[in-house]
């Protein structure tokens, strides 16, 4: 995959307000296909609502965004839903499913009405489970899971969904580093091999730094730079945009680039 | 889950046919069994009966108990998939059919409908209660929204706490009604404990009318609902239209609500523990759950208000019965679930 295909996502002069605060202004952004999105910034930068935008959850306000060289608004939810996965931040679940029957519904948008799931759904099932190396909760209560087995089942029921983009809002956010770093790693492999298209939101900008492609940086409902890791993430911008005064240790062939903070 | 869902399905068919036979034998005066299947066959087929039968049976059963045990089995049916909706819907095991006020605000238009005539308007309350409790419902749930969703968005908690607001302004407003009554206040406060004393053919059909589209309705979207349990948001970009769904399965429920309180008055709880129970059997599933709560809360109020009329000394309202049993039942459950949650 090459940065040069027609974009996936393309905004222009977007905005958002929610109630008389506009949470994001004059967006203008163009996603390739193929490519990992690191979505970063301050708390209330806007991303999670730039996400919500990109995953047709809130429209927008006024300018446009097209996916696939159509617009946004055009398609309907189930085409969407082929298309385009969502794992968010929270997940609260007050029914006791298990864990298998959650990873199918990741199936539900390819699974006709009144039909039961076919070979292929479950083929699917099973590999995201092994994937998340969730397969032994599998008839383990859903209520019943700590907050990191909960997230890993959460992003397998996204990637049971089969779909080109893969959305994530802060998926690893409630992980421990172990498991951060292997679901980071699985989405990683997922854009490399299948070619496949991830944005996500991102706290940790050493994650950020070590896994993604592009990064996206927001601030104040702006973007205040977009571009390859190397050349946003640097230690003038750090300190522009989060006021934190950083070093970055410029990348090698075995490692990638390191933000070292001073604390102080 | 080991069984098949048809198979739990059809157990419960005939789990509830049997139950209907064997209340429908039961009374003052008994029939067997077989001596009413004889009289549904006969009548179904719209032939005569064999001489050797006591002749009052064929009117007692098709007259007298057939009809209130039906009307029995449809209202606990309704008001127990109104419930299961509900909870799906607001995303609470524990919410019932009550905390959205619906219930209250047929309960308001009833009684309304009740004193009519102490303000000089006169309309069959064959048709008045029922049409005032739908409207009572429906005025209540279209203010439950306005004040929830300002911004167009449906929390849960906003729904239930609009729901309990409106809900208690009601009460008074039922209040008021009973102390305007006065003679006719005993009507309105045995209606308001539920009682399914004198029911006709015609209240049978008034529910079923409601309740069996209803129900089909539900059973349409019972695969969103399980998808819309993984929230709004997760829902939306799996091709659920959340909104809309939730839109219309709140409206049929309430209708459903509303046509079982203006048939029966109010009974509390088969709303509330029936799905909840059934969800502890067979699992979340809206797909299995929905038409097992329905055969459930039939099987359920059935057997309760046969308890009151053939069993007990006098008559008990059996709204009463299913809270004084229930409540109690529900606190043990509701306390073993937060002691389970916390381990």
Known sequence: ?264 | MTLKPPLILMSLTLFLAVAIVLATGMGFLAIAPLEVIQILWAKALGVGIGEDMNSTFPFVVMEVRLPRILAAAIVGGGLAVAGAVFQAILLNPLADPYTLGVSSGAAFGASLALVLGILGITVSPLVSVPLLAFLGAMATLAAVFALAAPDGRLSSNTLILSGVIVAAILSAGIGFIKYLADEQVGVIIFWLMGSFVGKTWHDVALTAIFVLPGLLVMLYFARDLNIMALGGRTADTLGVESRRVKKILLVCASLMTAICVSVSGIIGFVGLIVPHLLRLVLGPDNRLLIPACFFGGAILLLTADTITRAWLPTELPIGVLTSLIGGPFFCYIFRKKQLGQRT
């Open chain 1, 1 to 264: 995959m090459n940065t040069l295909a027609a974009p996936l996502f393309a905004i222009s002069k977007g905005c958002f307000a929610y109630r008389a605060n506009n949470v994001l202004q004059d967006i203008d952004l163009s996603l390739a296909p193929g490519q990992f999105y690191g979505l970063i910034g301050p708390n209330g930068s806007g991303k999670t609502t730039l996400l919500d935008l990109l995953t047709a959850t809130r429209s927008l306000q006024s300018g446009q965004l097209s996916f696939q060289g159509r617009p946004l608004v055009k398609y309907a939810k189930k085409e969407l839903a082929v298309r385009i996965a969502l794992v968010p931040q929270q997940f609260a679940m007050g029914f006791d499913f298990t864990v298998a029957e959650l990873v199918l519904m990741g199936r539900y948008p390819h699974i006709p009405r009144f039909s039961n799931p076919t070979a292929r759904d479950l083929e699917l099932v099973e590999e995201a489970m092994a994937v998340m190396q969730i397969q032994p909760l599998r008839h383990r209560l859903i209520t019943d899971l700590s907050g990191g087995e909960k997230q890993r089942v959460v992003v397998a029921r996204a990637l049971a969904q089969d779909t080109e983009v893969l959305v994530l809002d802060e998926a690893t956010a409630n992980l421990d580093i172990h498991h951060t770093i292997e679901i980071m790693h699985v989405i990683r492999k997922l854009v490399r091999d299948q070619g496949r298209t991830v944005i996500a939101a991102i706290h940790d900008l050493n994650l950020a730094a070590a896994f993604c492609d592009q990064v996206i940086v927001l601030k104040n409902g702006r973007i205040f730079k977009a571009g390859p890791v190397a050349e946003v993430l640097t230690s003038r911008l750090i300190a522009e945009v989060f006021q934190v005064e950083a070093v970055v240790q410029a990348a090698t062939p075995d490692h990638p680039p390191q933000i070292h903070y001073t604390l102080s």
